[in-house]
């Protein structure tokens, strides 16, 4: 008897400590996937700053040489691969290497897969697409502060030299991050040449589907346009 009442009270004990560990689990995991949350969002905001960095540079100092200052507006992506038009052909010498003027996983993490040729000048990316903590990254398709004009397009041809289509402006540009999943942050953020990066809480998924990468039929049409006056300033904020 003294023995078996010594195991009872062991099983006791045991219970009483998972009990306790699952308390502190059903406290904590909470508090840190919300931790998480908030890291990929200072993340999403810190690199589509470094886009907005990297037009800068890129309209300044004609990266691609064609001889336009003009800012990149095909995708997310061609900040990285793009090479100089002034050695024809895209890597074709070691003179030739791409600008490289984001970092790779934000250029990995571009939500379109489609390449953009730009006159040939363009590479492949050579590594798989897939979110970066947490993020998917677009190139915007419309400003809707100037709808129903021809100046609403992001993408257009600045007439460079070499033809490198539509994939240009010579005054503006626009990137959204959009999360992978609620669980990844709550908020898309979006930035244009103005360098103000402005956030706005997920009230629909932005997500769409499961392919990986998304495609910019994957992201939810909103999020791909810049938003008129009347949205942008209403519950937007700027960050």
């Not at 908030?38 to 990297?54: F, M, V």
């Not at 992001?154 to 540009?173: A, E, I, L, R, V």
Request: glycine letters at 8%; hydrophobic letters at 40%.
């Amino acid at each position: 008897m003294p023995a078996d009442r010594r195991r009872g009270l062991r099983l006791i004990e045991w219970l009483i400590i998972l009990g306790i560990i699952l308390a502190i689990c059903a406290i904590a995991i909470p508090g840190l996937l919300s931790s998480q949350r908030a890291s990929n969002e200072r993340n999403a905001s810190t690199s589509l700053k470094t886009l907005s960095s990297a037009e800068a540079d890129f309209r300044a100092n004609d990266r691609d040489w064609n001889h336009v200052n003009d800012f990149w507006t095909g995708d997310v992506k061609g900040l990285y691969t793009m090479t100089s038009a002034a050695e024809k052909g895209a890597g074709t010498s070691p003179k030739d290497p791409m600008i490289r003027l984001i970092e790779i996983d934000v250029a990995g993490a571009d939500a379109d897969p489609t390449l953009i040729p730009a006159g040939g000048e363009n590479m492949m990316l050579q590594r798989p697409q897939d979110a970066f903590a947490g993020y998917w990254y677009a190139a915007l398709i419309l400003d809707l502060t100037l709808k129903d004009t021809e100046e609403a397009t992001y993408k257009q041809d600045t007439g460079g030299t070499p033809s490198m289509g539509k994939c240009h402006n010579t005054s503006k540009f626009g990137f959204c991050a959009v999360p992978d999943s609620d669980r990844q942050g709550k908020f898309v953020f979006i930035v244009n040449e103005n360098n103000t990066i402005f956030r706005s809480a997920v009230t629909t998924p932005a997500r769409m589907g499961s392919d990986v990468p998304p495609g910019l039929k994957g992201i939810a049409p909103v999020y791909l346009n810049w938003p008129d006056d009347e949205i942008l300033l209403g519950p937007r904020r700027k960050d």
